[in-house]
């Protein structure tokens, strides 16, 4: 079993920079892909994929972040994801996402509001 936790989200103005953080724990082994998820309030059947990084450390992004947020892992246990240019279209709860030997695990997820 695994457990996510993220942290690091908050309130912040237009063009600014948040790290979100995801703590792994538990049996974590083999090919891994990490992702990051968000919802956007009022759209909760709606769960975008933001960013993913695989264990080759490949990494994927949605168009509407890219060049501006950037995942990256650090040992096995930890996954981040570095959001700069912000936008209030990127308000949203963000959630952490392991994906291991065809489990899917998800954190409970970290509110970002950009506002000014």
């Known amino acids: 079993q695994v457990q996510l936790v993220e942290s690091g989200g908050g309130l912040v103005q237009p063009g600014g920079s948040l790290r979100l953080s995801c703590a792994a724990s538990?049996?974590?082994?083999?090919?891994?892909?990490r992702a990051w998820y968000r919802q956007t309030p009022g759209k909760e059947r709606e769960r975008e994929l933001v960013?993913?990084?695989?264990?080759?450390?490949?990494t994927n992004y949605a168009d509407s972040v890219k060049g501006r947020f950037t995942i990256s892992t650090r040992t096995a246990l930890m996954t981040y994801l570095q959001m700069s240019g912000l936008k209030p279209e990127d308000t949203a709860v963000y959630y952490c996402?392991?994906?291991?030997?065809?489990?899917?695990?998800w954190g409970q997820g970290t509110l970002v509001t950009v506002s000014s």
């Open positions: 996402n392991l994906h291991q030997n065809f489990m899917n695990y």
């Open positions: 538990g049996s974590i082994y083999g090919r891994v892909t």
């Open positions: 960013a993913v990084i695989s264990s080759g450390g490949t």
